[in-house]
């Protein structure tokens, strides 16, 4: 194919020129076995609204490829972008493709990292930049473990998120009923000083009638013991007679 040439091309005049290390030789130099090993290139970033199957048709233009997974972007951020009045078209924020061949994935990821997508002027895609890199040593049972993982860690989130808002809702609940609690006790002594003040009204005539009928009685004169009584008088006859 078109990119095994100009690889061949490329990995000749390294070669020549001596900027290949010795691993790097043994990586572009093609397997004897009829068995290669895959490789895995890492894309940080993807073109707003590409999709799997258009990152396969870019891709196997260089060369077989294998599997592909692309990371949808979290759905609270996909809703608020919706209810901003941007698109609800859905995004991908990073992604793995896999090449049958190793070599051809390194070469891929050398070539078009910090390059444009290209293809025909004027395409949604043209000026968008690839970010991409190779993963060497990275297998794709590695990618399914940190998926799972990733995935326990977000199920674990939002456990502790559902478990907050109910506690939450709880206390609200309670103080709820607190108030309500609170409000019927008022009510019931409301009631019963409603009902005790027409059982028994008092207006404000009675309480002065009551008032000055206090005030005219006559007030009792203080009563004096006869012994004491009898006692001043001597002392008084007494003061007299000595002077």
Not at 32 to 41: A, Y
Not at 155 to 182: G, S, W
Not at 217 to 243: C, G, M, W, Y
Request: net charge positive; hydrophobic share 30%; proline share 4%.
């Amino acid at each position: 194919s078109g990119i095994n040439a100009e690889y061949a091309k490329q990995w000749y005049q390294r070669r020549v020129r001596g900027v290949m290390s010795q691993d790097e030789i043994e990586d572009a130099t093609p397997a004897k076995k009829s068995g290669s090993k895959p490789g895995i290139i890492y894309l940080s970033s993807i073109p707003p609204y590409m999709k799997p199957n258009k990152v396969r048709n870019i891709m196997s233009q260089y060369g077989e490829v294998g599997k592909i997974y692309l990371q949808p972007e979290d759905a609270e951020i996909r809703k608020r972008r919706k209810i901003g009045g941007g698109s609800a078209r859905k995004k991908f924020t990073e992604g793995w493709v896999e090449f049958k061949k190793k070599r051809i994935a390194k070469a891929v990821a050398q070539s078009l990292n910090g390059n444009i997508i290209g293809g025909k002027k004027g395409s949604y895609y043209h000026d968008d930049i690839w970010s991409m890199k190779y993963l060497p040593r990275f297998k794709w049972s590695n990618l399914t473990e940190k998926l799972a993982y990733d995935s326990a860690v977000r199920k674990k989130k939002l456990q502790q998120e559902m478990t907050q808002v109910k506690k939450e809702t709880n206390f609200y609940l309670e103080q709820m009923d607190k108030n309500k609690q609170i409000t019927a006790i008022k009510r019931k002594r409301e009631e019963k000083q409603s009902v005790s003040s027409q059982e028994h009204p008092t207006s404000s005539k009675d309480v002065k009638d009551s008032s000055e009928l206090s005030s005219r009685a006559p007030k009792q004169r203080k009563l004096v013991r006869p012994d004491i009584r009898k006692e001043n008088v001597a002392n008084v006859l007494s003061n007299v007679f000595t002077q």
